[in-house]
């Protein structure tokens, strides 16, 4: 009978660690939890200042040496300073995600599922600059759904959109991804040859 609890959403008090991971970046964990924390999409606390009434991330935010919150289908991805070693924040943590953490019905964005993606059966590379903002904006989306945030997600980050301006993209790395060197050497190039193959040789992709 508990086992069939753990996919329900849950009231603070009620989760459970099961798993705390590492992700490529030194400076961020995974803490997996026992049921379903995002009802649809994500949902990312960047700072102090992003938390508006949300007691778990204030809470999280008052602990020295968090930098930011992302979570994601069933885990909390939680990045530091790297002046802080994790053993001083773990504990305080874990702690506070358990006691504090409930579930959250929409993130800030939802996310579709990776292989249905109709936009992209009438996309033509072509007819890309002659999109307007919107139109460019969920064809890239798209993209990304398909070959870039499956990955990102497995490593406890993401990736959103800001802007496109001209031949620039610019994004944004949450959870994991956003402080990790990687992100802004292979990863970042390895995103930006992808989208150059994709829609336009002399499109650019700047990390924000």
């Given at each position: 009978?508990?086992?069939?609890?753990?996919?329900?959403?849950?009231?603070?008090?009620?989760?459970?660690?099961?798993?705390?991971?590492?992700?490529?970046?030194?400076?961020?964990f995974q803490f997996m939890l026992n049921g379903k924390v995002m009802g649809d999409g994500t949902k990312t606390f960047d700072s102090p200042e992003d938390v508006g009434?949300?007691?778990?991330?204030?809470?999280?935010?008052?602990?020295?040496?968090?930098?930011?919150?992302?979570?994601?289908?069933?885990?909390?991805?939680?990045?530091?300073?790297?002046?802080?070693?994790?053993?001083?924040?773990?504990?305080?943590?874990?702690?506070?995600?358990?006691?504090?953490?409930?579930?959250?019905?929409?993130?800030?964005?939802?996310?579709?599922?990776?292989?249905?993606?109709?936009?992209?059966?009438?996309?033509?590379?072509?007819?890309?600059?002659?999109?307007?903002?919107?139109?460019?904006?969920?064809?890239?989306?798209?993209?990304?759904?398909?070959a870039i945030r499956p990955a990102l997600a497995n490593d406890g980050g993401g990736i959103n959109i800001l802007a496109i301006e001209g031949k620039q993209i610019k994004?944004?790395?949450?959870?994991?991804?956003?402080?990790?060197?990687?992100?802004?050497?292979?990863?970042?190039?390895?995103?930006?040859?992808?989208?150059?193959?994709?829609?336009?040789?002399?499109?650019?992709?700047?990390?924000?």
């Open positions: 009978m508990s086992e069939q609890k753990t996919s329900d959403p849950k009231e603070a008090g009620t989760y459970k660690i099961v798993r705390v991971q590492p992700t490529p970046n030194p400076d961020a009434e949300d007691v778990m991330a204030k809470a999280l935010f008052d602990i020295f040496g968090i930098q930011s919150v992302y979570l994601k289908e069933n885990f909390v991805t939680i990045t530091k300073a790297n002046t802080v070693g994790w053993h001083t924040l773990m504990e305080k943590t874990g702690h506070t995600l358990e006691e504090l953490l409930s579930f959250y019905e929409k993130g800030d964005e939802a996310e579709h599922a990776a292989d249905v993606h109709p936009i992209l059966e009438e996309f033509k590379k072509e007819d890309f600059f002659n999109y307007d903002g919107e139109r460019q904006t969920e064809v890239v989306n798209a993209l990304l759904d398909v994004i944004h790395y949450q959870g994991a991804c956003g402080s990790c060197p990687s992100s802004t050497t292979g990863t970042l190039q390895y995103i930006e040859t992808f989208l150059k193959e994709a829609i336009h040789p002399e499109l650019e992709v700047q990390a924000n």
